[in-house]
């Protein structure tokens, strides 16, 4: 049995190359060709209306229960090529696409990131492209590079079913937006060796000292890419990841652009492309402040936050954050105009864990109430009052909603505030204060917007929600 005992270490690897990967900046990359447009307007809007959206990470490495890919670069020769070989084990008969797509809209998902293709270089989708060459860590005389023809996707697994084209049907049918993660690179592909996290990197490796090699890993990273964009229909994003060497970019730089053509307005994650990106993803941490000013923002930005330790299934139920910091962690992504993921993985069947979908089950109570705030909405000029209060506005600019993450107590209060003449308040999800003629409000000359909170809700269990409470404010236009 494969046995991981650097688990740890991997993840933080993981999260090390990710910061890494948003961080760094080459030249070639700062700037975009004449001929090159990014997506449209109007697709850059339509993304900023998510807000919330759910990223999988799943593989032959949820078999194993750990982080997905990273892991393998710290095993023995031994354990480097069983790994390897687990696509011969994936089985997922439990999955079914339907049931994925009516848990994303039950915990409010309006999209979802699907690992199209890892670092390990097994695609979950039906790849045409085959790998000529791989790695066999255990020939008698020490690894060595040997000759194989070989799609490595779901299709040479048990499963033999394209889950990138089952997810994808089924998230058209329903309306949700879709997010393809691609990794540029594969470990498993021996072309491509000259990746430095590859597990048989070699530094001497490159598109000089082997151009027939090069030329392959090309003309497949390319046509995978493409794959994915001709073959499934609309796809909205297509998630990027890691960089590769500089002398790749030319070629880099040609295939991001026939992926445009070949969907105008798909957004691109700027990872390995640069200035050719549309968005980009802080991964476990947070912007600051409102908008892009922090330094490593530097275009529209999506938020991705593991929900357990790491981002592949994680089967200690003790691990998964709470479901009242999912909605306190959207609203915070969201009062700063950012969008917001959280990631989880399914396990080696195809189930997702329970206590992972209790959390998502909260937030998706949550948002039937109170999503009015965060779905289509933009930040408005003060994200903030004090440490409990966050601000959003309708894309009208008609209402300002202020989300207290406490009990407000008796008074909402706030200076920042100023309600249209003879405009009616209401707090999200109370029935009477909807229907009726609002909440009462007044201006203190020295307090600022005084909402008075009705005694009925001061009781718990007459409240809309329990977290993260939301008045409705009308505003001067």
């Not at 490495?61 to 020769?77: D, F, I």
């Not at 640069?274 to 980009?280: I, L």
Request: net charge positive; charged share 25%.
């Amino acid at each position: 049995m494969l046995k991981i005992r650097t688990s740890k270490l991997a993840i933080i690897c993981c999260f090390l190359a990710a910061a890494s990967a948003c961080t760094a900046s080459a030249k070639p990359r700062d700037t975009v060709d004449a001929d090159y447009k990014h997506a449209s307007a109007q697709a850059y809007e339509r993304w900023r209306d998510l807000k919330y959206g759910l990223r999988i990470h799943w593989g032959y490495y949820s078999l194993l229960g750990v982080e997905a890919s990273w892991p393998v670069r710290k095993m023995s020769n031994h354990e480097k090529q069983q790994y390897f070989e687990l696509y011969k084990k994936f089985n997922p008969t439990e999955f079914d696409a339907n049931k994925w797509m009516y848990l994303l809209e039950r915990c409010g998902f309006t999209f979802f990131t699907i690992t199209a293709k890892h670092h390990d270089g097994f695609a979950l989708f039906d790849t045409k492209t085959t790998i000529k060459r791989r790695v066999n860590y255990t020939a008698a005389d020490g690894p060595k590079i040997e000759k194989c023809n070989l799609a490595y996707s779901v299709m040479d697994a048990p499963i033999k079913r394209d889950i990138i084209k089952e997810l994808c049907n089924a998230a058209h049918r329903r309306g949700i937006a879709i997010d393809l993660y691609f990794s540029h690179i594969d470990w498993f592909d021996a072309d491509m060796r000259f990746d430095k996290h590859n597990p048989f990197f070699d530094k001497n490796y490159n598109n000089q000292t082997d151009p027939e090699g090069y030329t392959r890993f090309v003309r497949r990273h390319r046509q995978q890419i493409i794959e994915l964009l001709a073959n499934y229909g609309k796809v909205d994003m297509m998630c990027l990841d890691m960089h590769l060497p500089e002398f790749c970019w030319p070629d880099v730089k040609q295939t991001i652009k026939m992926a445009r053509r070949t969907q105008p307005d798909v957004l691109f994650r700027r990872r390995g492309i640069g200035a050719y990106g549309d968005y980009q993803t802080p991964e476990n941490w947070i912007p600051a402040s409102l908008g892009r000013s922090d330094e490593r923002v530097v275009m529209p930005w999506m938020v991705i936050h593991t929900l357990s330790d790491q981002f592949a299934y994680d089967p200690d139920g003790t691990k998964y954050k709470s479901g009242r910091w999912i909605v306190s962690t959207l609203v915070d992504v969201a009062a700063k105009g950012g969008n917001f993921m959280v990631s989880i993985g399914p396990d080696g069947n195809g189930y997702f864990h329970p206590e992972a979908i209790k959390k998502l089950q909260y937030a998706g109570d949550w948002l039937k109430v109170n999503g009015q705030a965060i779905y289509k909405t933009r930040p408005w000029a003060h994200y903030k009052q004090g440490k409990d209060i966050r601000f959003t506005r309708s894309k009208d600019g008609k209402y300002v909603y202020a989300i207290c993450l406490k009990w407000p107590g008796e008074e909402f209060i706030s200076k920042l505030l100023r309600p249209k003449s003879g405009s009616r308040i209401v707090m999200l999800g109370d029935r009477l204060s909807s229907q009726g003629r609002g909440l009462k409000w007044k201006i203190d000359e020295n307090r600022g917007l005084v909402i008075e909170i009705p005694k009925r809700l001061q009781k718990w269990e007459n409240r809309p929600c329990r977290q993260a409470y939301v008045f409705r404010v009308e505003i001067e236009q």
